[in-house]
């Protein structure tokens, strides 16, 4: 059956260090993978998404990587901030035409001052 | 506010009641989904809309969840009978149908349930 999981429940990282978080997938295909955060009672919030044909993606302090091969997704932090604690969700979707995100449980990032 | 909008945030109801989940999505968007999440999981796909049709519905909505988007504007999602296993945040989102193609969604903060 398809899976997505997330490495930990939580982790905790030193401040200005690099969080790195990582997604797996068995018995899926994804045409792309998303990473969403979400803080404590309020809805996920989108960050970054990447396609199956794209090694890296970076926003500011934020980097992805996919690995159709070893069918995983690396989430990292640079500089890590006490701001940046929360929940991180990795999402995939089968192919641009599905409507259907199917998330991950999630990694609790907790960043230490 | 030009966010994704969700009410009521809590309820708490008794088992058997009816309770009924309000989203007010972005404007502009035409796409609304439906989510469920449970403490310690991630959120699982419930429904979408595009506009006022409903397009897929998840196994796990079971014959007493209905959903809505009668103007193709907000929805609501209703439960009747709850039952305890009900409980969880109700999560509701929307996109714009864009190029991409890519599901990129806009979450509204959830309302969470109760059901003693």
């Known amino acids: 059956s398809q899976k997505i999981e997330q490495n930990s429940e939580a982790l905790n990282i030193q401040e200005g260090k690099t969080a790195t978080l990582t997604c797996n997938y068995t018995?899926?295909?994804?045409?792309?993978l998303q990473w969403y955060r979400q803080d404590p009672g309020r809805g996920p919030v989108f960050l970054l998404l990447i396609r199956e044909n794209e090694k890296e993606k970076r926003k500011e302090r934020l980097k992805v990587t996919f690995d159709t091969t070893l069918k995983q997704s690396l989430f990292h932090i640079t500089a890590s901030q006490p701001a940046d604690s929360a929940t991180y969700l990795c999402?995939?979707?089968?192919?641009?035409?599905?409507?259907?995100?199917?998330f991950g449980t999630g990694t609790r990032l907790t960043i230490i001052p | 506010d030009t966010g994704v909008s969700q009410n009521p945030r809590h309820k708490i109801t008794k088992r058997g009641q009816n309770v009924t989940f309000r989203c007010d999505p972005i404007?502009?968007?035409?796409?609304l989904y439906w989510y469920r999440q449970t403490l310690g999981q991630g959120p699982e796909f419930l429904t979408y809309f595009q506009n006022e049709a409903q397009l897929e519905k998840s196994r796990l909505l079971s014959d007493r969840f209905s959903a809505e988007r009668p103007k193709g504007s907000f929805s609501t999602l209703e439960i009747q009978r709850t039952e305890q296993g009900d409980s969880a945040m109700y999560l509701c989102?929307?996109?714009?149908?864009?190029?991409?193609?890519?599901?990129?969604?806009?979450f509204g903060a959830g309302s969470r349930l109760t059901v003693l």
């Open positions: 989102a929307s996109r714009a149908t864009g190029a991409s193609g890519a599901n990129v969604l806009t």
């Open positions: 404007s502009e968007h035409n796409r």
């Open positions: 999402a995939l979707a089968s192919n641009f035409g599905n409507e259907k995100l199917t």
């Open positions: 018995n899926y295909s994804p045409a792309y």
